[in-house]
């Protein structure tokens, strides 16, 4: 599959997206392609640009510079052919409350040319697939949050889209209906389908996507797949201390210490890049209580996505 | 094009489940075009009363009576009059309730205006008619004032005689009087009344009134989309941006046609209002919708958010509305403000109505209020699209 996903054309090529908002720079020169049944992950806190580079990529926001193709197609504000590709689900709930869910579903499904006895089959199909065929005929409005967000990607999909663009389809939503997103967006993967997805839930990147673009301020900071992007900071633990106190001054005096690599504080503790956590833990202690800060807890956790983003940005993820 | 009709359609159906905009497009004006027409209106229907009439007499004086006021009466349709076979008949018709008034001539009547001696016509009326009696009245004192008038004729004529004249000759006398014309004559004239009735005038205003309400529920429900998160889903569709305001257009459009319809079917049959020529009426009211959707969307587009709009066109509608003299007639006001009230639709849309009243009026009598009211939609229309498309194409 990689070796495919290596040769084909890539369903989305985004190349030096630029986008300002007066003086406030949102995007700055974001590139990235997704190669067909990929999924690809933008993975960084609010604010970070990950909207704003999707609603470049699905044609919704007029850009500053850049180019975006999909299916080969160039995509603009005003491209009819390209959208056609394009599946997309928004952060927000984008469905009319005063309309039953198949209504919903035929509004959408009309606007992206379906008609007749495809357009009912598709909406069946979608209903079926998101599991709101007993409550079709209800108005949305009296709908749960999580069924609101499950027929929010039904629509996304109704196109039978190349490439699905998910705009952190999980914010707001409860554990279960989480992870039944989660599934949802991995059975769409494993159908074949090129998925953009972007979130500030590490755990979310790294179950779901085949690569991941760290972004932040408006730019790709590094992109690959777990396993490269972990690599860029080495093999190294994390080790998250619990604290009040000097919290800038003991973060200064670690990292000092031979075997520390990155000490960085934040609001109710210090995180610390290590060579090998357990054998260093007793000095780190150590070290800290003597610069005047109180330990209250330790974690000690294996690289992932926050440990890099970490690395990359200063800061992190909830940031 | 097909795309503009989708989301128009989608539009109309959320409209007509939230009931505010049925209240606002029809029920509200309807509702208040009634009561201000049952308050302030007075009545617009024809005077039409029923008279009971009995001739004890059966003189050719009499006859003249019968044939004279209450034919009169008849025949310009402002009376029915049922002959009664006696006085108490007449009498129990009123009591009946099935004549308004009733008038009685006594046996011997005739006889004794002859001889110049007194004699009383009655009059029996409902209580409930006041009116209706005082017009019979009326009635009845004209043709005594005729009747004597040919009595001091002949006595004029008897006393320049030098000898008392013949039977014969005071019947001729008398046959002449009768027969003279008067020299003064009052001649109805038919003119081109152009008068819309109070009830027209208030069904007329409402509706105007409340169609900058309805009209801005397309520019609205843009502003809407765009707060619950659905514009950017329809700008990711391969629909061009342009089918979005379209749509939005053609849901007002539609929605404003449909209330102005009904409300004038409505008011035309259960309050009695008269709009006049069809034709006519639906130019007015294709102008008339056209220039409410263009200066709604020009004042929403203004504003950023659906609450801000939707205060800032009620300021407009209102101070339009009261300029544009939907509440008063403008005639009473400063000659000023009947020229300021040129600006506003509304004034243009009443204006045109006030041509239709008119019998003869029909459609080519209102080439100035039309061209006015496309005019006014065509150019702020023309703004607010234009600014409307901004709203969906975010920069």
């Known amino acids: 599959m990689a070796t495919d996903r290596a040769t084909a054309a890539p369903i989305l090529a985004c190349s030096e997206l630029r986008k300002s908002f007066g003086d406030r720079v949102a995007v700055d020169g974001v590139s990235f392609a997704i190669a067909p049944s990929e999924t690809y992950g933008l993975l960084g806190p609010n604010g970070a640009g990950k909207t704003t580079t999707i609603s470049m990529i699905c044609g919704t926001l007029v850009r500053d510079g850049g180019t975006v193709h999909v299916a080969g197609q160039p995509v603009d504000v005003g491209a009819v052919e390209a959208k056609r590709h394009i599946g997309y689900v928004p952060q927000d709930l984008a469905i009319y409350p005063e309309l039953s869910a198949r209504e919903n579903l035929r509004f959408f499904g009309q606007l992206y040319g379906l008609g007749g006895a495809d357009l009912k089959h598709r909406v069946d199909e979608i209903l079926e697939t998101i599991g709101l065929t007993d409550r079709a005929d209800e108005r949305t409005d009296g709908f749960s949050g999580g069924m609101k967000r499950r027929l929010n990607i039904g629509i996304g999909l109704l196109n039978r889209p190349r490439l699905l663009v998910l705009d952190e389809p999980t914010v707001g939503v409860d554990p279960q209906s989480r992870n039944a997103i989660l599934a949802s967006v991995e059975e769409l993967g494993r159908q074949g389908m090129a998925i953009l997805y972007t979130t500030h839930y590490m755990e979310e990147a790294e179950r779901l996507c085949d690569r991941v673009g760290i972004i932040d301020s408006g730019q790709i900071k590094a992109e690959g797949t777990r396993r490269q992007l972990v690599g860029l900071i080495g093999q190294k633990d994390r080790v998250d201390l619990t604290a009040s106190g000097e919290l800038e001054a003991a973060a200064d005096a670690l990292r000092g210490l031979d075997g520390v690599d990155e000490a960085t504080p934040h609001e109710g503790g210090i995180g610390i890049l290590v060579t090998d956590a357990r054998s260093i833990l007793p000095r780190l202690l150590e070290v800290v209580s003597a610069a005047g800060a109180s330990v209250n807890g330790v974690e000690i956790v294996e690289p992932d996505l926050e440990a890099v983003f970490l690395h990359l940005t200063g800061r992190a993820l909830r940031d | ?395």
């Open chain 2, 1 to 395: 094009m097909r795309a503009a009709l989708v989301i128009a359609a989608k539009d109309l159906r959320q409209r007509l489940r939230d009931r505010t905009a049925i209240v606002v497009a029809v029920i509200a004006p309807f509702g208040l075009a009634a009561i201000f027409s049952m308050l302030l209106g007075g009545t617009d229907d024809p005077i039409s009363f029923t008279y009971a009439y009995a001739d004890a007499d059966g003189s050719e004086i009499t006859a003249g009576l019968r044939e004279g006021g209450l034919a009169a009466l008849e025949e310009a349709g402002i009376a029915t009059v049922v002959e009664a076979d006696s006085p108490d008949a007449a009498r129990d018709l009123v009591d009946d309730g099935e004549a308004d008034a009733a008038l009685i001539v006594p046996s011997g009547f005739g006889a004794a205006l002859v001889a110049g001696q007194g004699a009383d016509l009655e009059i029996v009326g409902s209580t409930d008619a006041g009116f209706a009696t005082q017009v019979l009245g009326a009635v009845a004192e004209g043709f005594v004032a005729e009747v004597e008038a040919v009595r001091l004729s002949v006595a004029t004529a008897a006393e320049a005689l030098a000898e008392p004249p013949s039977p014969e000759r005071f019947a001729e006398l008398a046959e002449r009087a009768a027969a003279t014309s008067s020299p003064i004559r009052v001649e109805p004239v038919a003119v081109d009344v152009r008068q819309m009735s109070s009830t027209t005038f208030y069904a007329a205003s409402m509706a105007i009134f409340f169609l900058f309400f309805t009209a801005q529920f397309g520019v609205l429900s843009l502003l809407a989309e765009r707060r619950v998160g659905t514009l950017p889903r329809l700008a990711a569709a391969p629909i061009p941006s342009w089918s979005i305001v379209l749509g939005k257009a053609i849901g007002s459009f539609v929605l404003g046609i449909v209330a102005m319809a009904v409300l004038v079917t409505a008011s035309s049959f259960l309050l009695g209002a008269e709009w006049g020529n069809p034709f006519g009426v639906a130019l007015l009211v294709l102008g008339a919708v056209l220039s409410a959707m263009g200066i709604t969307a020009l004042i929403a587009t203004l504003a950023r958010t659906e609450e801000q709009a939707g205060g800032w066109n009620s300021i407009v509608a209102v101070t339009m509305g009261i300029l544009g003299g939907t509440f008063f007639d403008l005639g009473q006001g400063p000659e000023a403000l009947a020229i300021l009230s040129r600006i506003t639709p509304h004034a243009w849309f009443l204006e045109g109505l006030d041509i239709l009243s008119a019998p003869s009026a029909g459609p080519a009598e209102l080439a100035v209020p039309v061209a006015f009211l496309v005019g006014i939609g065509l150019v702020t229309g023309a703004i607010g699209l234009a600014r409307a498309r901004s709203l969906v194409v975010r920069r």
